[in-house]
């Protein structure tokens, strides 16, 4: 094992050897995370200059200096939130109780989908084809203008439901390719040692289709999340509603948008990094 | 008690199976006894698979009747748990699951079907691991064994929910030559113990010692079914002559 280390790192100096050292140095910062990371924020700061030379010639007059005092502001010795920290929070509120329903009622479709029961599966195919067809904003209409009224529910629990609803079933697409590309010999061994159903998919086929679903669920959170701005046209006071509204007061419009989108930038670039985090180690254990 | 001694453990009447338009069993009938062991032979295609995926109800049959133990094979789930617990299978491909230790592999069935303790669950998978003589790789995962040690590992496992009836379907076909043996060896220790088998397989020397009876099949009929001194020496159907000259000429 060490042996074999040695004679590979061997053979990468030798093949470096015959490189000039300036070349060599430049390949190495290429695979450098902090070489990338300058990249990166290079490339940020040339856009971010390009907007601002464009809008100093359009005249506009910046007051960054004014975006802090939004998120928190000290009245009398206390630090009260502003209401993009407001906004912010009522996002992560929708946020969070839309992932639980989301991936609840996505498994719930999915197996629903799979199974023997017609009425199941055809329930199941009726509603992904009727979510996935008609555009968001206009079953968020249906809900908020229809579908609450009759059932009293507010505008925030609107939101949630419409998205859940919405989202639901590309994570119950997921969540079916995830499960039908476990290996059918996987289901036969279950079947065969006697276990139920619900065992099956619980000790056997979930632990397999779940890794396997990771990405690609990540994938449909950040889409989540990025969605949930739409329900500022039903007026939920969330990060995107608190934006237009600070705007209306206080007509720094391009600060606050470069802002509400960087705060959700940093939403989701957190989450990818968690569920990398979350993949390594269920790596790890198997 | 003495009956069931005589009594069929397994009982096949009339059954036939069609996938689609597609016939693969044409009513077939077979019974096997209490500590008889049943090795079945026949070409590609010919319904070996699919006949002894019935008794398991791994596939359902389409006509006829199925009795395993007693209890007849219909719909009913309670039904086809209760047979499910009784008769252990092993596939040519092995079927281990790939996310648990070879321990965990074993001892995931008597705990959620036969509701043993851990602890218990863990003592008998670790006799039968002894047994198939892997007591070592216990913690290890099945993509860290060798084929013939994962097929000893799919054994074991079959073997924990302490079946009456074990099923191998072509358990050697999958395993590169070296690797046979040290299947077989632990299928002919089970026939001794006096297991109920039913086994699909082309290793004609297992069969002649092993095998109480022979069956072959054809197009998905049963065409013959002899001892094993009769079958290989004097072979009834011409199917079946053709069959072992080519089998046997290899
Ligand atoms: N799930 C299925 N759907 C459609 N046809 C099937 C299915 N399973 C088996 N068959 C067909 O039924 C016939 C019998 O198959 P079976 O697997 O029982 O044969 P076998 O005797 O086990 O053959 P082999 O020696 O190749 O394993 C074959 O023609 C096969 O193509
Ligand atoms: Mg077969």
């Known amino acids: 094992m060490a042996d074999a280390g040695t004679s590979t790192a061997l053979a990468q100096r030798g093949r470096n050897a015959k490189k000039p050292p300036l070349l060599l140095l430049w390949e190495r910062s290429q695979r450098s995370p902090w070489v990338a990371s300058v990249q990166f924020a290079a490339f940020a700061a040339l856009l971010l200059w390009l907007a601002m030379l464009g809008a100093e010639q359009m005249g506009y007059l910046w007051q ?7 998120f928190f502001r000290e009245v009398d010795g206390e630090w009260i939130m502003g209401p993009l920290v407001k906004g912010l929070l009522v996002t992560l509120q929708i946020a969070a109780w ?43 209409y249906l809900f908020y203008f229809v579908i609450s009224p009759i059932l009293g529910v507010d505008r925030f629990w609107t939101g949630i439901i419409c998205l859940t609803f919405y989202e639901a079933t590309f994570v119950a697409e ?52 990025k969605h949930s701005a739409i329900v500022s046209v039903i007026a939920v006071t969330d990060l995107t509603t608190e934006g237009r509204n600070l705007i209306a007061d206080t007509f720094m419009s391009f600060e606050v948008w ?28 198997t | 008690m003495n009956e069931s001694v005589t009594a069929p453990v397994i009982e ?9 338009q597609f016939q693969a069993l044409r009513e077939v009938d077979m019974d096997v006894r209490l500590g008889e062991k049943v090795v079945v032979c026949g070409p590609s295609g010919s319904g070996k698979s699919t006949m002894i995926r019935c008794i398991n109800r791994l596939e359902s049959h389409d006509q ?11 719909h009913d789930m309670g039904n086809i748990l209760a047979v499910r617990r009784e008769v252990g299978m092993v596939f040519q491909q092995f079927n281990l699951f790939p996310h648990l230790t070879v321990l965990e592999n074993c001892t995931l069935a008597p705990m959620r079907a036969r509701k043993l303790s851990r602890e218990e669950a863990n003592r008998v998978a670790m006799e039968y691991l002894e047994r198939v003589q892997i007591p070592d790789q216990a913690n290890k995962y099945p993509a860290q064994l060798s084929g013939g040690q ?101």
């Open chain 2, 12 to 20: 096949l009447s009339g059954v036939s199976k069609f996938f689609d």
């Open chain 2, 64 to 74: 006829g009747r199925i009795v395993v133990d007693g209890i007849e094979l219909t």
């Open chain 1, 174 to 225: 997921i969540i079916r390719a995830g499960i039908i590309s476990v290996d059918r010999g996987q289901w036969e061994a279950a079947d065969a040692g006697g276990l139920t159903r619900r065992d099956a998919y619980r000790y056997v086929i979930l632990p397999q289709a779940v890794p396997l679903m990771l990405p690609p669920l990540t994938g449909q959170i950040i889409n989540l999340i």
């Open chain 1, 98 to 140: 839309c992932i639980i329903l989301t991936l609840a009622a996505g498994l719930v479709t999915a197996l629903l989908r799979m199974s023997d029961s017609l009425t199941g599966s055809a329930l199941a195919t009726g509603y992904l084809e009727l979510v996935r067809n008609t555009p968001l904003l206009v079953q968020l």
């Open chain 2, 150 to 250: 994962q097929q000893r590992v799919a054994i074991a496992r079959s073997l924990c929910m302490k079946p009456r009836i074990m099923l191998f379907d072509e358990p050697t076909s999958a395993l590169d030559p070296e690797m046979i043996k040290e299947v077989l060896d632990v299928m002919v220790e089970l026939a001794k113990e006096g297991m109920t088998m039913v086994v699909v397989t082309h290793e004609m020397g297992f069969a002649k010692t092993v095998a109480d009876k022979m069956v072959f099949m054809d197009h998905g009929e049963i065409v013959e079914v002899a001892p094993p001194q009769t079958f290989f020496n004097d072979p009834q159907s011409d199917r079946t002559k053709q069959f072992l000259s080519q089998i046997l000429s290899h």
């Open chain 1, 258 to 285: 470069f802002t509400v989108a960087g705060v959700y930038l940093v939403m989701t670039v957190s989450l990818s990094f968690f569920v990398t985090w979350l993949e390594h180690k269920i790596k790890v254990r």
């Open chain 1, 64 to 70: 960054w200096y004014n975006i802090p005092q939004h």
